[in-house]
């Protein structure tokens, strides 16, 4: 048998329907695809590759999933901290972004977060941002895998002065990347219930539909944006969307923090997945999500960090970590959200939220070489006894040795084997020293 | 000015009552201490040094301080999750202690866990086990600051078959250790009101005055606890140690959980230093502390980690997060715990607690020179707009670049400078495969 590569000398954490954990694994991957998946060493009689990776005891698992992050404001990262979500938003956020966001600086955040997020094992990221074109073509030369939606909001945004021109640009974006990469694909995102018209919701949703795209939104984040749609429709946000027809196996909704059961039965009935991103709705109070009630529900729900400007940073490892803790002391329950719960909902339950399960999200042959090395050579990973233990609460992005997307080795022994990382973070860096000047406010 | 050290070309974080940060700042040592902090580049004409240490544009923060953790049992990592206290101490963790911690295995947990909080940017950390002797003689080798406690229980532990014995086993151990090494303090820790006889509890706090040592001890951690001193003494956890006359300002408590107002009054009017655990009492679900009460009523808290059995991990960064988040959440304000009252916690405030804030805990003259340098130059922490934002919400323990106790280099370019990571780690891995074979429970 002849492969590109083999992985050996690993533990293989498939993350399949059986949570088989292979000790001493092989990988063995042919044109961009998982095509074996096996116990035992490597038989170089047996099997023949062009490169034979060994994984030096460390962890091989699927590439990890993050359903929810605006990559672009990476370049916000700590610009404003500590604050409520509307102060936040309205007196920090969309003022620098008014000043700040163009297609160069746009492409600079974006180029600086598919960085980190490959450093820290990320290998598909689903995105929501304006002047998407950008982001995409920051994606494309990462190597890393995306869906992209161009962002739909009835106020001006970045590259749209114009908010009546808000479904035009999105419809023409989508257009221009469907079919251009099979790593990126395109989607259509709608901000809010609550900066978006029934009617901008409806037509946004109805592009979407027709080009087959998956369509995003944030429901139900605070408790203010529930109590609006409250006042406003006599009903949830959920519900509310559900009037308008918004919800079906095409949707993916983030947060859904203020949401009852009636809500939740409605979003298992639709076949909507959920972003879950418990640092972003901690770091803003926004609550927290039923996520255990979800799960039972048989809803599926990925994992998402948000963007850097509330969390602050792309590591899943640390948003792994939150989400097993935080569920359980909130529900004074221990055995709510196990390892194996939360290294799903990072992988192949973020898979299915975004409808990608049948290309990634485990290691299964067929799948595509999406793959991951974690490197336990170091005192916070010894001894080890159950290996998805400590992904989920020991490990942190940093003990990524190696990603491969597509069986494209993207990061070698930590380091970004095809991009400049040097020249991101300085021009990332060059931008943050712009906004300082110009953008800094009395209350810094 | 002669120094022997003078770190440069840094944002020095002083964490002083100021809480001034100096960008591009000098901090000189000298004699183990620091001798001067101030702006500026370095002045090779007015400023000579054994060794210049270009921090490269990044954080020089005080040593990070771990107030409550158990180093041994680092050997435990990952080896039963998921489970209520209760369960997990005592069908896990005291049976896997009975087995295997002996003087040999409590030297080799001790040595792990050094060897990771020091990689991670701890300087000081407040111990409690059992075998103490053995936790000293690793923290000595290591060159870390360290509280060490012998524990106190009324159950056969570690070392001491026959309970009868454990005060004077402390008792020795305190006396062995006293003076020994300014780094090493003796203290003594009783486990808790539940494990510990009123009697037990109140010879203890004796010996540890006596000695003019401090005396830790877990207190209102689970609900479970509270209820159990509640329905035997009618009062509080908290109300019950100070019936005892256990509470003053010599005493540590860890976790905290359960109290009342009466409770906050109590530790503050007694001058108790507190732990807070949040990542142990999220993954126990043992509830939330109320640490916004503690602080604004004026109690010194300090921030633990808790023993890697229940964490998993050492690391203060994450834990950092973690506070700053979960009490925003908790209380649904953003503003109630900002970054700098959480590194505050981390360094000042926990040096407070563990009464040794005259000597450690900020960068100012006079201080020993227990220093940490953060490597910035990373896409996580790009860009820059707040150190402290950084600190806090995006870093991780692997962001440590060099380590400084009294002036001593014990990391340096991520590296241990003096111990040997390899055969620790190797030790290590070697009791936790023996751990596995011998003591895999059924549940496994």
């Known amino acids: 048998m002849k492969y590109d590569a083999i992985i050996h000398n690993g533990w293989v954490i498939t993350v399949n329907p059986a949570f088989e954990i292979i000790e001493n694994g092989m990988v063995c991957v042919r044109n961009g695809e ?6 035992g060493g490597p038989d170089t009689n047996a099997y023949f590759a062009d490169e034979w990776i060994d994984a030096a005891g460390g962890l091989v698992l699927p590439g990890l999933i993050n359903t929810h992050v605006h990559l672009p404001m990476s370049i916000f990262r700590g610009l404003a901290d500590d604050l409520p979500l509307a102060q936040w938003l309205n007196e920090h956020i969309f003022p620098a972004e008014n000043h700040h966001m163009d297609a160069e600086s746009v492409k600079a955040g974006a180029r600086l977060s598919c960085l980190e997020m490959l450093l820290s094992g990320t290998t598909t990221c689903c995105d929501g941002y304006f002047l998407e074109d950008s982001v995409a073509e920051a994606v494309l030369e990462a190597g890393i895998r995306a869906v992209l939606a161009q962002g739909v909001i009835d106020f001006p945004a970045p590259g749209i002065c114009e908010p009546a021109r808000n479904l035009e ?11 251009a990469c099979d790593r ?5 995102f709608c901000h809010s219930p609550y900066t978006c018209s029934s009617n901008t919701l409806v037509r946004a949703k109805e592009a979407a539909a027709r080009a087959g795209v998956c369509f995003q939104i944030h429901v139900a984040e605070t408790r203010g944006e529930a109590d609006r749609i ?18 079906d196996e095409r949707t993916l909704v983030s947060h859904a923090v203020w949401v009852d059961e009636g809500d939740i039965d409605i979003l298992f009935s639709r076949g909507v997945g959920i972003s879950h991103n418990p640092e972003s709705n901690m770091k803003l109070a926004s609550g927290v999500a039923p996520v255990p009630a979800f799960i039972n529900a048989g809803i599926p729900v990925g994992l998402g960090t948000d963007g850097c400007a509330s969390n602050n940073n792309l590591d899943l490892f640390t948003e792994m970590d939150t989400a097993a803790k935080l569920h359980k002391v909130v529900s004074q329950d221990p055995t709510v959200m196990d390892a194996r719960r939360v290294l799903r909902m990072a992988t192949i339950e973020g898979a299915r939220a975004i409808g990608m399960e049948r290309r990634i999200g485990s290691i299964e042959e067929g799948k595509s070489a999406d793959l991951i090395i974690i490197d336990v ?11 998805e233990s400590h992904l989920v609460y020991a490990a942190r992005g940093s003990d990524v040795r190696d990603v491969f997307v597509q069986g494209v ?10 991009l400049d990382a040097g020249a991101i973070m300085d021009a990332a860096a060059a931008l943050g020293r712009k906004i300082w000047q110009t953008d800094r406010p009395e209350s810094f």
């Open 377 to 387: 050579r170091q005192p916070h990973l010894t001894p080890i006894y159950h290996p």
């Open 409 to 418: 080795p993207l990061v070698r022994d930590h380091e970004a084997a095809g």
């Open 184 to 188: 990126i694909v395109p989607s259509i």
């Open 34 to 39: 998982i095509a074996q998946v096996k116990k």
């Open 169 to 179: 640009v999105a419809a023409a974006y989508v257009s221009k990347w469907q079919n």
């Open 230 to 247: 409250q006042n406003e429709h006599g009903i949830s946000p959920v519900k509310y969307l559900d009037s308008l027809g918004i919800l």
